[in-house]
């Protein structure tokens, strides 16, 4: 196994890890609010207390994390969609908990005076409103991408990579084959700049008569 795509597999691992320990971190944080004894409110005034001032720090990791995932996979899969998955349901909390800070901000209290409520100072509500909004919106939109991203299928252009090497094989060049390779696939992804340097150097071994030394390096840019 390659080089890069040793880096690939690591960089995928570790992105699901830490995208799904943020995502269970969101999740408990979230049930401890809605966790709390709020008896006298109604629902949406429980809504609005538990997440008008919940905190976006785990889902910006877990946002980091699935974006790493995007990086290092190629194509859909289980991967992609359960990252698609999650990544859709922290982008809606985005809007909802953003929602919830213009609410409670402009209304200044949730609940009765006279059961339980909850009063909020005027310096209290401007800073977690403008915070929660700076936050928030820019992760909800980021999540949503990579929900989009993530839940795509394979690009047909992988299926058009064999036909192209094969002509170019037939040719007998493993330059011509790389070359083909890359504008098909490699050209804009992630990996181009690896792909390029590859390339470059398959050029130089084969006007040096080194076959066996451009092949290898052909197999690793194949890989990645």
Do not use: K
């Not at 005034?45 to 290092?72: C, K, N, Q, S, Y």
């Not at 890359?182 to 084969?206: D, K, V």
Request: net charge negative.
């Amino acid at each position: 196994m390659s080089t890069g795509r040793r880096r690939g597999d690591l960089l995928l691992a570790g992105g699901l890890a830490v995208a799904l320990a943020a995502s269970a971190d969101t999740a408990w944080s979230l049930h401890a609010r809605f966790a709390l004894d709020l008896e006298g409110l109604s629902a949406l005034e429980r809504a609005g207390v538990a997440l008008w001032d919940f905190r976006p720090l785990p889902t910006a990791v877990f946002a980091g994390a699935a974006v790493a995932v995007l990086l290092a996979r190629d194509g859909a899969g289980p991967t992609g969609g359960l990252i698609a998955v999650l990544a859709g349901a922290q982008a809606a909390l985005g809007l909802v908990v953003s929602a919830a800070a213009v609410v409670v901000a402009a209304s200044g209290s949730v609940g009765s005076r006279d059961e339980l409520g909850f009063s909020y100072s005027a310096d209290e509500r401007v800073v977690t409103l403008v915070t929660q909004l700076v936050a928030w919106l820019p992760l909800a939109v980021l999540l949503a991408a990579v929900a989009v991203l993530a839940a795509r299928p394979p690009s047909d252009s992988s299926l058009l990579v064999p036909e192209a090497a094969q002509g170019a094989a037939a040719q007998g060049s493993v330059s011509a084959e790389m070359e083909a390779l890359w504008e098909a696939r490699l050209a804009h992804g992630p990996r181009r700049e690896r792909a390029r340097a590859l390339l470059a150097r398959i050029r130089a071994l084969e006007e040096a008569g080194d076959h066996a030394g451009a092949s290898e390096l052909a197999e690793e840019m194949r890989e990645l």
